[in-house]
């Protein structure tokens, strides 16, 4: 390296740095270019100057991520070293500096996950993992996530943080990822003894699944005993409770199957461009809306006095019928002839709805119960505003009423709770399974 760079380093002079660069335009020269070099970057950062560090990141940006010959990239480098400061500058301009892969594959969220813990490695592992989110996804050499190292070293207050950090960005899939051997975060916890981890993790993870060796989380903890007997019986409880509602299916297996009734249904209904999807749930909102307001506003009128009047029956006998202010003025059977017409435009306009929402469960859920209340609301409102003479006509509208209470909410979660017994059985060596079909990626 120039010694004059070199003491401008030193000195983290920024003024310095540039009056190098317009004395000589290539003090970047091509040496630096090769594919493992210890660049100017590497030795500002090494040295925690910051200021030089963050200027030579902006001019050659290249050099952020280029390894050195110990496998290391200045972000590496600042970790290794403690410089927190420098590692945040440079977090700050390029996010994604977080998932370059060094020695072993290993990022600096890595690093900084198999560090010992303490409150300031804890708060640099929260500000890495917000601000490179998919981070969370690279896997070393050994095809270990960065929950894989926080178990593996023992540091459970960083575990507490990932976990933490999974569920709320519903990302908690991740700790059923394996590693090099097929063992998941639970494989690992049962191994190194560590109950409080296990507990954490036990309602989050697969309990039944096996890795490379054919051996359960359950298999391993019997064979090496904490001594927890509640947490024995905690592990068989739950393990137990998965073999019954779930199915043990390798991805072959699964994917070698027919397809489920759900999956035809998401296939043949599921609108796959998003801004057609938007239109149909407009327009069947609004006709539901149309048709719901219909039955509080009927065409028919209503009386403004209250009194008593004889009304014919729809078996022809009279029948006295007593009325106040505001109810509908019935006529004959048109009433009913008008309930059926528009209780089947909404039950169309319910059904549209539904059969659109299908390939967003679970996340459409809501939608499935703000329908059943909005179908409740609708049969309630027609059995109060329509005159009934006869018992018949009421058990009519129950069954009305039933009907849609079904096809709104309990057919579409049965399919859905039936496919995924399959997808939560899934047990195989993959990074991700994820839901087939969802429409595009929601992380």
């Known amino acids: 390296?120039?010694?004059?760079?070199?003491?401008?380093?030193?000195?983290?002079?920024?003024?310095?740095?540039?009056?190098?660069?317009?004395?000589?335009?290539?003090?970047?020269?091509?040496?630096?270019?090769?594919?493992?070099?210890?660049?100017?970057?590497?030795?500002?950062?090494?040295?925690?100057?910051?200021?030089?560090?963050?200027?030579?990141?902006?001019?050659?940006?290249?050099f952020a991520r280029k390894l050195n010959r110990g496998g290391q990239s200045p972000m590496h480098l600042a970790l290794r070293k403690k410089h927190y400061h420098t590692a945040r500058a440079l977090m700050t301009l390029d996010p994604e500096l977080i998932r370059?892969?060094?020695?072993?594959?290993?990022?600096?969220?890595?690093?900084?996950?198999?560090?010992?813990g303490d409150n300031e490695d804890l708060e640099l592992l929260a500000e890495f993992l917000c601000a490179c989110k998919p981070s969370i996804e690279d896997l070393t050499s050994r095809c270990e996530t960065v929950v894989h190292i926080a178990v593996k070293k023992r540091n459970l207050k960083t575990f507490k943080v990932l976990f933490g950090w999974l569920k709320r960005v519903h990302l908690t899939e991740i700790l059923n990822w394996k590693d090099e051997d097929g063992n998941t975060a639970l494989h690992i916890a049962v191994s190194e003894k560590q109950p409080e981890i296990i507990k954490l993790l036990i309602g989050y993870v697969k309990v039944?699944?096996?890795?490379?060796?054919?051996?359960?989380?359950?298999?391993?903890?019997?064979?090496?005993?904490?001594?927890d007997q509640d947490l024995a019986q905690r592990l068989r409880r739950v393990g137990c409770v998965a073999r019954l509602f779930t199915l043990n299916l390798s991805l072959s297996q699964f994917l070698s199957m027919e397809?489920?009734?759900?999956?035809?249904?998401?296939?043949?209904?599921?609108?796959?461009?998003?801004?057609?999807?938007?239109?149909?749930l407009v327009v069947a909102a609004l006709i539901a809306t149309a048709t719901y307001q219909a039955v509080v506003t009927s065409p028919r009128g209503s009386w403004l006095d209250n009194s008593s009047n004889p009304l014919t029956s729809s078996s022809g006998n009279a029948v006295e019928v007593l009325h106040q202010a505001g109810d509908i003025i019935p006529n004959s059977s048109r009433p009913y002839q008008f309930t059926a017409l528009n209780g089947t435009i909404f039950l169309a306009s319910v059904t549209t709805i539904w059969i659109t929402a299908i390939p967003l469960l679970p996340h459409s859920f809501m939608v499935y119960a703000l329908m059943m209340i909005l179908s409740v609301a609708y049969f309630a409102t027609t059995t109060i505003e329509l005159p009934i003479f006869d018992e018949a006509t009421g058990h009519n509208m129950v069954i009305?009423?039933?009907?849609?209470?079904?096809?709104?909410?309990?057919?579409?979660?049965?399919?859905?709770?039936?496919?995924?017994?399959?997808?939560?059985?899934?047990?195989?060596?993959?990074?991700?399974?994820?839901?087939?079909?969802?429409?595009k990626d929601r992380k």
């Open 1 to 62: 390296m120039d010694p004059r760079l070199q003491q401008a380093i030193e000195n983290d002079d920024v003024d310095e740095l540039y009056r190098l660069i317009e004395e000589e335009g290539n003090i970047f020269d091509c040496a630096y270019e090769k594919p493992f070099a210890n660049t100017p970057l590497h030795d500002a950062v090494d040295k925690g100057k910051t200021q030089v560090a963050m200027e030579m990141a902006i001019l050659k940006p290249s």
């Open 259 to 280: 397809l489920t009734i759900y999956e035809k249904l998401t296939f043949w209904f599921g609108p796959r461009d998003e801004s057609a999807c938007n239109i149909i």
């Open 400 to 439: 009305f009423c039933i009907d849609i209470l079904i096809v709104v909410l309990a057919i579409p979660m049965y399919l859905y709770l039936y496919y995924n017994q399959f997808l939560c059985g899934i047990d195989a060596t993959r990074r991700r399974i994820g839901n087939f079909l969802e429409l």
């Open 208 to 227: 039944n699944a096996k890795n490379f060796q054919d051996k359960t989380a359950l298999d391993i903890f019997q064979k090496n005993p904490s001594g």
């Open 100 to 116: 370059v892969r060094g020695r072993g594959g290993i990022t600096p969220l890595h690093y900084v996950a198999g560090e010992k």
